[in-house]
């Protein structure tokens, strides 16, 4: 046989969701593993490997099992029957990455910028533009997704930088944020990939929220080659984990999740959720877990793996939300099923769409279009939920406030939130002055300062 030992590229039949060390679970497993969760028993990973293969009648049990959970969640924040979602624009400040996803057609090279006409960065009057247009239309969060660490792989990242006056990507990510924040009162949620827990430390007081996708536990993946994650430092799944510690170490409210479908097994996927459980329950951190589905791009290394399969994808939520629980968001995006499959994706225990945007597209997956906001609200109208909008960070954590919410973004965060609720009020953000201590507090609400 021949082999080619130069390409990256995967197996063109390489399957997706349905990885070839899935067999059905046994009838007789699978009767035990529904048993628990109907008596409301915890879980364990085996039992969460079986449920992730149901189909049919099972899988629909295992839905409405997954949907009260959730209802129980919602019930308990005092918001029974609300699926939130959060008005935003997706400000992309670099597409350039130190990293080789085979799924991502997120990420360039300079070479191809440069001939695009396009510059390495936004420039920072391009992200004000952004940030203002939104506000105007009423958005409440800024969302920075961009590559990671460019500079250490390519000059033409670090040119950029020395001749704007940066150190790295993530001062620029902090010297943008702190901008749209005085110049737009949009609050910035950042997913810029893997940080070390002083970046996150440094970055805590700009951002109410971070993230970084967990992906996937699945090292294979990135120790492997051909499989979707090799050549990316930054996708070893050991990194990534210590990621979510440190982001609960410096308690932040965080957003991660798994992506479905890019070559990982069932009991890979299970343990995947087990993590995130396992961090979550030593440091309360975890705002929302998003459960996406991988969709294949044409330009890309896995152009030739099939979509996440849907009955694959929807029994990775219904599993994530009884491993995950009650008290954590289940968040699948809206605009990569359809609307029937948002339906079915509420009755397996989502209550969150994350950010939804009237005026940016998911640069993610841009040739999947959000529904428009109306159309969402249909939609979740239609399984008899209520569509509600919140800020970037989940009401739990806006209505704690101190650790969560650094003194010097607290009131920028107030500005947009209910009192009562944490959730968003009908308001178009204004840019505030940003302070770098942590005393204006008590002048912005107008109490006399003795000294
Ligand atoms: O529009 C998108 N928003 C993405 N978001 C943002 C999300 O939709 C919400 O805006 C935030 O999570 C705020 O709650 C992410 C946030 C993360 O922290 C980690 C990963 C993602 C992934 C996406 C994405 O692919 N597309
Ligand atoms: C921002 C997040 O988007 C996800 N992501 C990247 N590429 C794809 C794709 N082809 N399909 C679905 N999700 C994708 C990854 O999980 C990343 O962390
Ligand atoms: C466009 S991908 C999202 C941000 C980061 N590069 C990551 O993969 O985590
Ligand atoms: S998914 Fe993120 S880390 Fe991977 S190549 Fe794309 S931008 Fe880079």
């Not at 997706?16 to 035990?32: F, I, L, M, W, Y």
């Not at 409405?64 to 969640?73: E, F, H, I, K």
């Not at 973004?409 to 953000?429: F, W």
Request: glycine share 8%.
């Amino acid at each position: 046989m021949v082999t080619s030992e130069t390409t990256l590229l995967p197996d063109p039949a390489m399957p997706g969701a349905v990885n070839p060390s899935d067999e059905p679970p046994e009838p007789a497993d699978v009767r035990r593993a529904l048993g628990r969760v109907r008596a409301g028993e915890s879980i364990d990973l085996d039992d969460a490997t079986v449920l992730l293969g149901v189909r049919g009648e099972d899988l629909a049990a295992l839905c409405t099992y997954a949907g009260r959970v959730r209802d129980a969640g919602l019930e308990a924040e005092g918001r029974a029957g609300q699926i939130s979602y959060s008005r935003k624009v997706f400000i992309p400040l670099t597409r350039l990455c130190r990293d080789r996803c085979h799924y991502c057609t997120f990420v360039t090279v300079p070479g191809k910028l440069a001939r695009a006409g396009q510059g390495m960065y936004l420039e920072m009057d391009e992200v004000l533009d952004i940030a203002r247009r939104g506000a105007e239309m009423g958005c409440k969060e800024a969302l920075f997704t961009l590559g990671d660490r460019p500079e250490d792989r390519w000059p033409e990242a670090r040119a950029w930088l020395d001749d704007h006056g940066y150190t790295s990507t993530l001062d620029y990510v902090r010297a943008a944020s702190i901008r749209v924040l005085e110049e737009t009162g949009l609050l910035p949620h950042l997913n810029p990939g893997v940080m070390s827990s002083d970046e996150m430390a440094w970055l805590k007081p700009v951002a109410p929220s971070m993230g970084m996708m967990l992906e996937t536990t699945a090292r294979r993946l990135f120790t492997d080659k051909g499989n979707a994650h090799y050549g990316s430092p930054d996708k070893d799944p050991e990194i990534r984990k210590q990621v979510l510690i440190d982001a609960g170490k410096n308690s932040v409210p965080f957003t991660t999740g798994i992506l479905v479908g890019i070559g990982e097994n069932r009991a890979e996927r299970a343990d995947s959720l087990f993590e995130m459980a396992k961090v979550h329950n030593d440091f309360g951190h975890l705002q929302e877990v998003i459960v996406q589905n991988f969709r294949a791009k044409p330009d890309t290394a896995m152009r030739g793996t099939a979509d996440a399969e849907f009955d694959e994808f929807l029994a990775a939520v219904a599993v994530a939300r009884l491993v995950l629980g009650p008290h954590i968001r289940i968040q699948a995006p809206p605009n990569l099923v359809s609307p029937e499959e948002c339906a079915a994706l509420v009755g397996a225990g989502v209550d969150d769409w994350g950010g939804v945007s009237p005026l940016t597209p998911d640069h993610v997956n841009p040739e999947r279009p959000w529904p428009n906001l109306d159309a969402l609200a249909e939609i979740t109208a239609g399984t008899g939920y209520v569509l509600t909008e919140r800020v970037a960070a989940q009401p739990r954590y806006v209505l704690t406030g101190e650790p969560w919410i650094d003194d010097r973004i607290s009131a920028h965060v107030r500005a947009l939130a209910d009192p009562e609720t944490g959730l968003a009020v009908e308001v178009h953000p204004v840019g505030m002055p940003w302070h770098d201590n942590a005393e204006p507090a008590a002048t912005l609400t107008g109490t006399t300062q003795v000294r």
